[in-house]
């Protein structure tokens, strides 16, 4: 559907904190084998929520990122960072320092004694920021990869850590109300996705077929299979009917929208009454 001009730039922003995070895991992937990497928690404590871009459990320490994906020369401010343009907007620095508290008071009354750090890491190699103070608690894009090679990470996580990481879990609220747009089917656009730039086929022809949008070759059923579950995402409490998916398809072939659910999802029911799952 066509969002509105709030809803889309709103939309840009998380899709940009989104490939900032993407770029950040590339750091800690490989630290994998010897720490407990958490990512995007939602918490809560007294009722204060907060959230967690990513979180490592080490031997020795607990530390936290949060993650900007800003672009461009930014003039520093204890509470406020200036762009070029003369757009002001908060110091990073000030909501980490809130989601510290927070989660050291979550970990104290979960018995955790562990010391906490936190960061705030700029992943956009096109970031600039003019005037910062080389003690404040923050990665620069230069000093990201350093940082890692420097984190002593030889020792592998205790059980009691393992179990750390365990409650967590438990306690990231994954339902936390977003500000997601208001939807409903008929407003929808239906076609199938390019699995590639994710623009909608309304038809298709054969096994593969060119996206008009991005020029890449896209595999057909691929494609089917990601509008099935982009249905799911966006209506989670709907029935996958034969009827429904080819009228979300939109392309009017059910001998091949059937052809994939009953390949790549379980039938339940009967007759009419069929959907899967
Ligand atoms: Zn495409």
Same mark, same amino acid.
């Given at each position: 559907m066509h969002l509105s001009n709030d809803d889309y730039y709103y939309y840009l922003n998380l899709l940009k904190g989104f490939e900032g995070e993407k770029r950040?895991? @590339?750091?800690?992937? +490989? #630290?994998?084998?010897?720490?407990?990497? $958490?990512?995007?928690?939602?918490?809560?404590?007294?009722?204060?929520?907060?959230?967690?871009?990513?979180?490592?459990?080490l031997f020795d320490?607990?530390?936290?990122?949060?993650?900007?994906?800003?672009?461009?020369?930014?003039?520093?401010?204890?509470?406020?960072f200036t762009k070029l343009n003369g757009v002001v907007m908060e110091n990073p620095a000030l909501q980490l320092q809130k989601t510290r508290v927070r989660l050291e008071l979550l970990l104290s009354e979960l018995g955790c004694q562990m010391k906490v750090e936190a960061f705030v890491v700029y992943v956009n190699p096109e970031f600039t920021l003019l005037g910062?103070?080389?003690?404040?608690?923050?990665?620069?894009?230069?000093?990201?990869?350093?940082?890692?090679?420097?984190?002593?990470?030889?020792?592998?996580?205790? @059980?009691?850590?393992? +179990? #750390?990481?365990?409650?967590?879990?438990? $306690?990231?609220k994954p339902d936390y109300p977003s500000k997601m747009p208001e939807y409903r089917y008929d407003q929808l656009i239906k076609g199938i996705p390019c699995t590639a730039c994710g623009a909608l086929f309304g038809t298709f022809i054969g096994h593969?077929?060119?996206?008009?949008?991005?020029?890449?070759?896209?595999?057909?059923?691929?494609?089917?299979?990601?509008?099935?579950?982009?249905f799911r995402l966006l209506f989670p409490n709907e029935r996958v009917t034969s009827a429904r998916m080819t009228d979300w398809c939109g392309t009017g072939r059910r001998d091949r929208i059937f052809r994939v659910l009953r390949d790549e999802f379980t039938a339940k029911g009967s007759g009419n009454a069929r959907y899967y799952e």
């Open positions: 950040f895991d @590339e750091f800690t992937e +490989k #630290l994998k084998e010897f720490c407990l990497i $958490l990512n995007d928690l939602q918490l809560e404590i007294r009722r204060s929520s907060f959230q967690i871009d990513t979180l490592l459990i320490r607990i530390i936290l990122f949060e993650i900007k994906n800003y672009e461009g020369v930014h003039y520093w401010g204890k509470e406020k910062a103070p080389a003690d404040e608690q923050l990665l620069l894009p230069t000093q990201i990869s350093g940082y890692f090679g420097n984190l002593r990470v030889d020792t592998a996580p205790t @059980e009691e850590q393992i +179990k #750390l990481a365990g409650t967590l879990t438990k $306690l990231h593969r077929q060119s996206c008009a949008n991005c020029g890449k070759k896209v595999n057909v059923k691929n494609a089917i299979k990601t509008g099935i579950s982009d």
